[in-house]
């Protein structure tokens, strides 16, 4: 059996953290995906398409951090469904992915929200932190715990970065005359 979700979208509004009761933090964000294609009868028809997401752990602290309305991710995982009841006692589904990877795509400077630092799309988990929004100051300044100060390793170097061409479909021109 097989479980897998892929989607790259922009978040429609700012990521929203809680901590469940045992104090572990859940993100849930709200991710458009879009699509444009010409109908039968030569109109153009785009269609956007709204995602729920629920990130955990150190991934929803970091989505919270450096996400922001706007930013363009990459989100991989599963779908799942969940019961709960309305305030009626009605019972209700929700249909969410659990992600179990959210990738940050924005480029660095492009002022979609997110961060903008040299660590911009690397996976959360492992990978040096950078700077939240809101914060400033070289590492190791304010960012110790308990009063350590906390070293960091250098940015590692970025290959030049390829032009990928545009986050959706509608927003480049002649994509109806793709061949697939």
Same mark, same amino acid.
């Given at each position: 059996? &097989? ?13 929203? &953290? ?48 450096? &996400?922001?309305?706007? !930013? &363009? ?26 992600? +179990? ?9 492009? *002022? ?28 190791? +300044?304010? *960012?110790?715990?308990? *009063? ?11 290959? +030049? ?8 479909? !509608? ?10």
């Amino acid at each position: 059996m &097989l479980n897998k979700v892929m989607i790259i979208g922009r978040l429609g509004r700012d990521p929203e &953290l809680r901590y469940t009761q045992s104090g572990s933090p859940v993100a849930s964000l709200n991710v458009a995906t879009d699509e444009s294609y010409t109908d039968r009868d030569g109109n153009k028809v785009e269609r956007t398409e709204w995602h729920r997401v629920s990130v955990f752990q150190r991934q929803a602290e970091n989505c919270a951090n450096y &996400l922001a309305k706007g !930013s &363009l991710v990459y989100v991989e995982g599963s779908l799942q469904t969940r019961k709960w009841q309305d305030q009626q006692g009605q019972d209700r589904y929700t249909t969410e992915i659990k992600a +179990q990877r959210v990738q940050f795509l924005d480029r660095k400077g492009s *002022g979609q929200g997110g961060y903008e630092d040299e660590y911009a799309g690397a996976p959360a988990g492992g990978a040096p932190r950078p700077t939240p929004r809101g914060q400033n100051g070289p590492a190791g +300044q304010g *960012g110790g715990q308990r *009063g350590q100060a906390t070293q960091r390793p250098a940015p590692r170097q970025q290959p +030049q970065e390829d032009d990928l061409g545009p986050a959706f479909p !509608s927003e480049a021109s002649n994509m109806d005359e793709v061949p697939f």
